[in-house]
Each structure stands twice: as structure tokens, then as C-alpha cells.
């Protein structure tokens, strides 16, 4: 069934940050993770919703990087986490499933963006291994755990799908390397994960969303020179960010958004922007967003299931 997009007046726009749109929201007891939660649009979701009395667990590669960051936040925790390493995926999995602890909330935030090529695990791209298929892997290893009345999964895409549909002939780019196509296709899968996941969850009390947090200028941009990021618009020559660019606490109140609304209860699947659900995109200009027919499609969310499936060995929904 194709997926409806449009706007449910939720009250909140660009610029209501994460605090606002958990005001009313009770998290006590229920447990979340937050994949990259110790950093940018992360740590800021982490706090807002720790502050809501959720406890957090926070997956890290750098787990004392993590640590700090998180230092006097309450009710979080970090655990080690690598989302370009199958094994690792295992590892943490496991370990979290032994603790019999149920989760409420998975919010797929980790990602890179401009990443040199450089193949991963078994010679995947790494835009498409960490930013889908690493999280892919990790919400069906911990389906034992998602909570059966109501557990959602919100996956952080990006008006960057705008620049690549699945590449299907082509996934890993062994045909010529583009780093932005890389990337854009990246977040196309993620939007798509959270069709086929929302179709394949729901009867189990499981749905998911997609989100595009809006700009913001964090660390995933850490690897586009100064110069690039001028040309781009997204920085004033004098260093200032640009007309148009959210302040991290908004960034970061899209995912939460969708992670916590009762008003999404009936919409599983959407794609979500600026605290609301998007409505179809009609122009190419990333900045006004809207999400394009690809990026939603449920044959091609289908699709990218199946594969994800085969190149992972995992499909614990179906």
C-alpha cells in the first residue's frame, strides 16, 4: 500500500526544538536507543528525552568519546558499537538481548556523510553499510526485544535522497565512485527501511518513520573543507551559518517527534519533516525538502528488504 504524505498539523514547525515537542510526553520506564546519541543531533535527542525520564542506551564506536559527552545526563548508558562491523552488530545485540530488557524507542541516528571510498565488512560501500545496512542488521537482531505494544523505530534519512535512488545494478559503486550519490543513496535506503518495516512490524505492534531532520551543521559534515561547504551555501565566507539552517536542538526534535507523537499512530511508514509528515516534494531545492516518489515507494522498500536480507543474512520480521 502506498504511502500517504501529508500533513497532520501537529503544531510544531521548523523551528520547535526537541524539549517542546516532548512537553505532556511521559517516558518513565521506557527504555530507548539512540544510535550516535553522544554526538550533534544525538546527544541533543539523548538529553531531551533522558530530561522526558526515559533511560537511553547509548551505542558507541568510541565509548569513551561517548562517555564523556553523556557525563551528568541521567538514566543513560553506553555500550560498544561498531555499525560497520557485522560482528560487532552481533556482539552488542546479544549482549543486550541477555538482559531481557525491552525497547520502546530505536532511533537510527549514526551516519556519515562525504565518506571516502572505502569498502567495508565484506566490500560494501560505507555510506550504504553504516547509514543502512549496519542499522538494518541491528533492529533485526534486536527484535526480541522491541516492546509488542507499541515500539517504534525512527530511522534519521535526509533530503540528500533527493540525489540517488537505490542504485540497483550498482549499490557499492564499483562503477565509478561519487561520494554525494554515495550519500544520497544512503538515505534513500534509510527512508525505505522504515516503509517495509512499518508493512512487516505493524501486526506485532511495531512501527517506524522515516525523518529528515532539516540543515543543521554538525559533526557529519566534518569531512567537507571550509571551502566546499561556502560553495554549498551552508556558511557565510565570514564563518556564519547560513540563512535557512536549523540550530542543532531543532535538528534534533523531528526524530524525537516521531519517536514519542500519538498523532502518528495511524500513519506508520510516513516520512516526516519539520515535526509533522512531509508532503510529496515538487521541486529539486533540499532546503524547502518534501520527500521525492522513490524514497517511499513500497515495491522498491520491499525490494531493499530482500536485499539487505541477502548481503546481511538477516530477516527477522518476514
Known amino acids: 500500500m502506498a504511502i500517504t504524505q501529508h500533513k497532520v498539523g501537529s503544531g510544531f514547525n521548523a523551528h520547535s526544538t526537541a524539549d517542546e515537542v516532548l512537553a505532556g510526553i511521559e517516558?518513565?520506564?521506557?527504555?530507548?536507543?539512540?544510535?550516535?546519541?553522544?554526538?550533534?543531533?544525538?546527544?541533543?535527542?539523548?538529553?531531551?528525552?533522558?530530561?522526558?525520564?526515559?533511560?537511553?542506551?547509548?551505542?558507541?564506536?568510541?565509548?569513551?568519546?561517548?562517555?564523556?559527552?553523556?557525563?551528568?545526563?541521567?538514566?543513560?548508558?553506553?555500550?560498544?558499537?561498531?555499525?560497520?562491523?557485522?560482528?560487532?552488530?552481533?556482539?552488542?545485540?546479544?549482549?543486550?538481548?541477555?538482559?531481557?530488557?525491552?525497547?520502546?524507542i530505536v532511533i537510527d541516528n549514526a551516519g556519515v556523510m562525504a565518506y571516502p571510498n572505502t569498502p567495508v565488512g565484506p566490500g560494501w560501500e560505507a555510506h550504504f553499510a553504516i547509514n543502512h545496512l549496519g542499522h538494518y542488521a541491528l533492529v533485526n537482531r534486536l527484535r526480541p526485544a522491541l516492546a509488542p505494544t507499541g515500539a517504534r523505530v525512527v530511522s534519521v534519512a535526509s533530503s540528500g535522497h533527493f540525489l540517488s535512488d537505490i542504485r540497483w545494478d550498482d549499490p557499492h559503486f564499483r562503477h565509478g565512485y561519487d561520494h554525494w550519490l554515495a550519500y544520497g543513496q544512503s538515505k534513500t535506503a534509510n527512508a525505505l527501511f522504515a516503509v517495509h518495516l512499518d508493512a512487516l512490524g505493524a501486526a506485532g505492534g511495531v512501527h517506524a518513520f522515516a525523518v529528515h531532520p532539516g540543515s543543521i551543521l554538525t559533526p557529519l559534515q566534518r569531512r567537507i573543507p571550509r571551502e566546499q561547504q561556502i560553495a554549498q551555501g551552508w556558511i557565510t565566507p565570514e564563518g556564519r551559518q547560513a540563512d535557512g539552517f536549523k540550530t542543532p536542538v531543532q535538528g534534533a526534535a523531528t526524530a524525537v517527534w516521531a519517536a514519542t507523537s500519538p498523532l502518528l499512530d495511524e500513519y506508520g511508514g510516513a516520512y516526516c519533516q519539520d515535526c509533522d509528515i512531509a508532503e510529496p516534494a515538487t521541486t529539486d531545492d533540499m532546503l524547502v525538502g518534501g520527500v521525492k516518489t522513490w524514497a517511499i515507494d513500497p515495491d522498491s522498500a520491499a525490494r531493499l528488504w530482500a536485499l539487505s536480507g541477502e548481503l546481511t543474512g538477516l530477516d527477522c520480521f518476514s
Open 27 to 104: 517516558l518513565a520506564g521506557k527504555n530507548v536507543l539512540i544510535t550516535g546519541g553522544y554526538s550533534g543531533l544525538g546527544l541533543e535527542a539523548t538529553s531531551a528525552l533522558a530530561r522526558a525520564g526515559a533511560h537511553v542506551i547509548v551505542p558507541a564506536r568510541r565509548p569513551a568519546v561517548a562517555t564523556e559527552a553523556l557525563c551528568g545526563i541521567p538514566r543513560t548508558e553506553v555500550r560498544e558499537l561498531d555499525l560497520a562491523d557485522p560482528d560487532s552488530i552481533r556482539t552488542f545485540s546479544d549482549r543486550f538481548l541477555e538482559t531481557g530488557r525491552p525497547l520502546d
